[in-house]
């Protein structure tokens, strides 16, 4: 595997994740305008938990594939955002496993930290500068250095922002469903 192909790849499953954001964005608002729009809607919400399983499992392997494989050194603000997304992989399948949608609540508020965090890197990465000292960590690497550019703007935080905000909104629509007495 090469880095062209890998970040191609990468590249495109996150222009799919924000396909998938905005879809979830409007499909609550648009849900009773059709009978096919709310039987999607209704698949997603009965797998919501399932579906952010998948989000958090994939940004944990193509984090280190980036790392392991091809040996990218994560910056100081990379580590914090890979704290919020790590255990989601095991909380969001125990979840989905156990059918317990109580973990929805506990992933969005980890999911809005991180990407609140991933938020920060990008504006970091775009604006160069850091209002938090973060030019380099021990390790030497530069939290505005942009160590994959995919398709002229996705980079590793971008990729950050679009899990978490699909992971957030993927458990806000569990944590709907379970506090209205649905599933």
């Not at 979840?95 to 609140?116: K, Q, T």
């Not at 699909?166 to 379970?178: D, H, K, Q, S």
Request: charged residues 10%.
């Amino acid at each position: 595997m090469d880095i062209l192909g890998f970040n191609n790849f990468i590249g495109i499953l996150t222009l799919a994740g924000m396909a998938s954001i905005v879809l979830l964005m409007i499909l609550p608002i648009i849900k009773d305008t059709s009978t096919n729009i709310r039987a999607l809607y209704d698949f997603i919400e009965r797998n919501s938990l399932l579906l952010a399983g998948i989000f958090a499992t994939f940004a944990v392997i193509g984090s280190l594939v980036y790392s392991e494989y091809f040996l990218f050194t994560p910056c100081q603000l990379c580590w914090y955002q890979r704290i919020f997304i790590y255990p989601q992989v095991i909380l969001l399948w125990i979840g989905y496993i156990r059918n317990d949608r109580n973990v929805a609540l506990y992933s969005m508020i980890l999911a809005g930290i991180g990407s609140i965090i991933s938020l920060y890197h990008y504006i970091v990465q775009i604006s160069g500068s850091s209002a938090f000292g973060c030019s380099a960590d021990i390790s030497g690497v530069s939290c505005s250095g942009r160590y994959a550019e995919i398709f002229g703007f996705i980079s590793i935080p971008l990729m950050g922002i679009v899990t978490g905000l699909a992971i957030f909104f993927l458990a806000g629509m569990c944590y709907t469903a379970r506090n209205v007495g649905k599933n």
